[in-house]
């Protein structure tokens, strides 16, 4: 086995950050407002350096699709320990029509370039909320996968994933390759310190095109539309039970 | 005029390119290609402020206003992340201001994220950041007066002594444990008797019987971090012998270390501010000092002290402007959803004042410090003492005035722990008093100005005394110009003038002012001679009327590198910068029709009387407005 894994970092905007929509309903305000690293991808990198520290594999490799600005979160990957990084060059106007098909496409490549045994990928991003792309990435390589993983352990050829599942916690045992995302129980990922920064900065990033890949970017998906969620309204109190059965046989409710 | 232009465009386009060099602390710098090298043989002597008391612009300093290579900036940028996230999920500061201790695990995170080391070259394992880079990393810092403090004291001016005056020796064997955090430092002056009278230090070092090592003896105040340090910069006083064989008292800087026994420190102290910082006394009895732990030379240590003290203070700009913006945030929320009499607080004038003071205040604080910051990375051994002296004066009171300011928006909550407010304005207070009193700063601005003004008109005058024409119908000419109200073109403005259009007026203000300055620093070295050093109330308004002139410069070429790159919202930067220059402009001139002879508008006269009589009786004089005589 190669001992590679290959862990895909997307630039969101900062969780912190008041999202707000754009006047022309196109879409949400991007310029000037703080983006840092999806927190499901930091977990999956941390996760990932974790079992190179544990020498369980060789090498990490961090990739991001995207524009330029995605490079300065391949660069917190890297300081966070990841090897070196990918950058697949994605123009601005392609970039807002990327969706989890077309990166799921260019990962799947990468995988099969960089004969990766692991892909980890955090469960969704926090801006699409998709919850596609490691699923998708899994079945067009024909991959196993364990998503939703809260507990991950490598076994010689297997990987046994406790994932977290409405019911409860579903423990399976996989063959790598595979695809694994991450959710938010799997570890705490480390801060990235910056005498690791400046270490960060010998690493390499390669660019990589799509269409070098043999990717096509078209998406057959449109936004139409982008609102904000209506306001809260003020709720309503009631005096007793019978009021309160009332109303709602009033809404229609019941 | 014109030849001076030319000199002037040349140095500006030397300027330039020096500016745009990727540069690191230690006065190495990274090449960039292409590279201009430029063929000096000595350190240019940078002296901005100082010729302004001559009533001269030294354009190619401060245009075009400094700025650091992409590559450096994208890097600041990396650095700035994770430390914001730090601070925004790993510091309690209402725990830490109850407690008054900064939790372990607090201290151990902010060693491991590298800040113990910012300034410290990358050979001895710091971070070996620039001054501006710092500065960056210094607006985040602050958002924690306690931590703000506790860094600075160990790394601004702890171990600075190592850094710019210590050998190859001394760096090798301290630096790499004071940059992970391995071992904390503390810089170590003042004492009971003597404070802002930093020559009239008591603590003394004897040689010993055998001559291998200093004995110390003596007791220290108010050292940040004193409870703990493991590395102590320490000034006492030395015999030594000058050249004609007299035996005088001088000071000289020490590295003293815990370890070598004889060192206890106090209780901590109970202050109203950064309560989280380690204040306390620290006592030396007998501690042995090998001589190779003598930083410079011997009798050395007072320009040791002040060199120490000057390279951190530009840095105050930069922690003000932070907690500026972050208060600024949090009083708008306020504002714009609180509503009172049927509008919003926001609507209100004396709110939108109140809002305006803060954002012109941030704003000044940051063009000042990165303007301070970017002349001292550059190539050689730049003098920006009286720079940073004026960043520091007016960021440490604009701070507490600001601070003041929004918590009256919050009225009656802000007054209330249950917000950060009342924290906050309580760790303020302290950025008047340490570092430099502000009184003792204005001072040093005030005389180091004059007495560089004075040197210069004095060989002026020596030149006329000789017969040189030219000199005496240029000073007469000058002299008449200025009683008329005349001014000079300075080049700010106009067809190859250096400031945007759009700041032209204030351009224009400020170029009045400095000529006026001129004269009016003239026509009070001229009244007073060498008794000015006593006359403080003429000096304050002197060094107010520089601070103002020096922020005035800092926003116009901000604002105009700014406009000329396109930067974000720079419309709003060029109205914050018109509305300063306008308000610093008539209370500059104010000030200096104070300064006038037998001003009307000058109350010192009566101002001292009036404290002369509270002294004598050590009371307030008047009887009660109630009493009576019959």
Redesign the interface.
Known sequence: MSGRVLVGVKRVIDY?VKIRVKPDHSGVVTE?VKH?MNPFCEIAVEEAVKMKEKKLIKEVVAVSCGPQQVQ?TI??AL?MGADRGIHVEVSAKEYESLGPLQVSKILAALAKKEEAQLIILGKQAIDGDCNQTGQMTAALLDWPQGTFASEVTLEGGHVKVVREIDGGLETIKINTPAVLTADLRLNTPR?????N??KA?KKKIANVKPADLGVELASKLQVLRVDAPPQREAGVKVESVADLVAKLKEAGTI | MSLNRIINSKSFDIGKSLLAFNLRYNGKFVPHPPQYRCFRTQARSLAYAKDLFLGQINKAEVFPYPEIGNEEL??L???V???E??F?ENVDSKKIDEDAKIPAETLD?LK????FG?QVP?EYGG?GLSNTMYARLGEITALDGSIAVTLAAHQAIGLKGILIAGTEAQKEKYLPKLASGEHVAAFCLTEPGSGSDAASVTTRATLSEDGTHYLLNGSKMWISNGGFADIMTVFAKTEVVDQEGVKKDKMTAFLVERAFGGITSGLPEDKMGIRGSNTCEVVYDNVPVPLENVIGEVGGGFKVAMNILNSGRFSMGSSGAGMMKKLIEMTAEYATTRKQFNKKLSEFGMIQEKFALMATNAFVMESMAYLTAGMMDRPGVPDCSLEAAIVKVFSSEGSWICVSEALQVLGGLGFTKNYAYERYLRDCRILLIFEGTNEILRMYIALTGMQYAGKILTGKIKEMKRGNLGMAVGMMGQKLRSSFGGTKDYGLTGKDGLVHPSLADSALKLEQNVYLFGSAVESVLYRYGKSIVDEQLVLKRVADVIINLFAMTAVLSRASRSISIGL?NHDHEVLLANTFCAEAFFKNNYMMTQLQKHAPENNDASIKKIAEQILEKRAYVCAHPLDRTF
């Open positions: 912190a000037g840092s300065e660069r917190t300081a801060y990235a310190t910056l005498p920064i400046m900065k | 994208e890097e940028n990396q650095f992340a994770p430390v996230k730090f925004n995170g491991e994220l590298g800040l910012m990358e971070l974000r």
